[in-house]
DNA sequence: GATGAATGAGCCTTCATTCAT
DNA sequence: GATGAATGAAGGCTCATTCAT
């Protein structure tokens, strides 16, 4: 194996993790695993990252980080009314480059430990506090003083959290625009003066 | 130890499989931890359930049936309207009996694995056929005939889970009862001619 | 492999201990040898010592307890004057029971590793506060108000260990009773009035 | 990292080595260890020694070839009557320079090593065939025909080595001095004759 | 010479499973 | 039925050694 640096050696094993945990989920995957998956060698992933849990907090960490800057980029790039910001924070959620079924399923084998690892739970999605109030202020701009900004917001992330987890779980699958349709119909139902998509 | 029927020794050792799930996760649950929870030797949990495997998958059944119980009664004891029936099978969903901690913990520690384990993916929530028939039947009947009630359906049923995962995950926790009143808005956005709850 | 208490595997595994660290030094003492050599699974050393650590240091604890055990019974057979106490004392040192080529391996692959471990160095035989005590105490009424029972004392006691060290690592080896009577004659030195041995 | 003589490299490396040694013992010592003690690359150790068994053992022949230097040295600095010859032999073993707890520390370690390899048994003390002839000597020479020399010069000689293993292992430690007049101690109450020192 | 990434053997430890009592 | 000692497979981790740069 030619070698590389050190980041680039760390990314492939983190993109290794992450297939590995798409495969055999959070309590089946081993440091071979990944070394296997890498071609690497097992002694290598220690060497790279001093335990499996340093390596599966930094896959985390890692998926954590692209995340957050798919949103945000996606904020960036949207004109600058609250309904176009919010169409375009849940469409982000549905971006194929980040929902590949390797993605969805390594975020899945994660939230299945966060509940028992609060080091996990940090970076799980419904903690991201920055997200919350985003989300929380563009439905209380479209809302006026008398609606339900917080319940409202929380309903259309746990529908998007809801969603994921579905296209991961479910035995009969469907799309990734469907997924993002229901979604955006969420959004609609609360907004009606939004046009919905489809 | 005093002796129980073999009926009553495999309840308790259930319930102590979903106490240890609920404090260690998926992961990190061993045998050990499941006897020592229940009181039992070590031995014995092999005695009741031939392996490890069977004891988790009798676990998840066991929630997975006591799941379709709770909707099929609630479905059972409503008015036979679809508002009533379709709002009473959203509440269940949240009664207090159900939504333990230790339970919600339970279920998404098998949720996390779920998506590796065909086996367990059958016994999730969103694969529960009847309830999915069921829940797009009444929404049908509310949308009539120009509503996309599969998409209405789904975004319901995600938001219940969405809502379950993160009465478990999240740090800065809310009532059972904001929960169920936020699941209740979704539908209510959904269909405004019913009245919404809170 | 027949089932025993507690206690005597414990013991069982405890001797299987000292003969490996005899045989292959501290460094290079594996768990799998200790199972080995006593015929075990390599699983029951942890299961009766939770970790290698606690089995070399209950080991070592063994070996303490036996040592004091020894010159405390020699004590109190002896004749209750200094000259006949202390005599008893340095030639418990040597008796054939204690002083076995193992035993003496043992005890100097854990002075080997003592420096650097505080908690090796308690038990290590210098820092026996009691036996210590004892040894000054008798140098200090056969020498009288003039001499340095201290510095007799230390002299006498390092005779001992060093003679013990002598006899696990030297290349042409003498007798335990050379070694005895080798003990014993410092000790005349010191004390000319005592009759030496030989 | 400047670059030294391979003779300049070694000696750094061997030093490294000793230090090591008295920190952490001989069982916990690496290669790492030894590099990062020296301020040098991992890969460098292994290139001026080719093996971790090789830097150790000369480690220990350079310890074994200062040891030898510094009682020779100290013989020829002395009058030449037998006496003066013992004294000066006897007190070459405390010289400050050579019994630094560093030194004194990494002796330690190998002597408990000693006794299950046979490669360093023969560079430890009291296998140092030409210092036991000299003592033998010395000691034969102040008894006269009489006297038991071997044992004298065992006796003298343990004391010795019992000295320098309680000035590391012991709690409560005592100085250097302190050890040489006890060590003198020994020697005196033997040849009643020289006049002891302190 | 020097560096540090890469390898893989070996070890400790955990734990599901078996089984004698 | 119940217990807990015993087994052994499997995995995480350390570390001596190698080697491309």
Known sequence: MGKLSREERRAQLIE??????????????????VADCAGL??????????????LLSETLAYLSVEYVQNWR??????????????????????????????RLAAWCAFWGEAQSR??????????NAEYVAKLEELCAALLGPNG???????????TAEGLWMDLVTQVDPYSLVEAENTAIACMAAFFPALSPAD
Do not use: M, W
């Not at 375009?88 to 079924?101: K, N």
């Not at 739970?121 to 419904?126: A, I, Y």
């Not at 339900?148 to 746990?158: D, E, G, K, L, S």
């Open 16 to 33: 290794a993790t992450i297939k590995v945990l798409a495969i055999k989920g959070y309590a089946r995957t081993t440091l071979s695993d």
């Open 41 to 54: 060698s097992h002694g290598l992933v220690n060497f790279h990252f001093q335990s499996k849990d340093l």
């Open 73 to 102: 980029t996606a904020l960036a790039n949207a004109a600058k009314d609250p309904a176009a910001q919010l169409t375009a924070l849940i469409r982000a959620d549905f971006r194929p480059e980040l929902c590949t079924p390797q």
């Open 118 to 127: 609060p080091l996990y739970q940090e970076k799980c999605g419904s903690n």
């Open 148 to 158: 339900n900004a917080v319940r409202v917001a929380r309903a259309i992330r746990v």
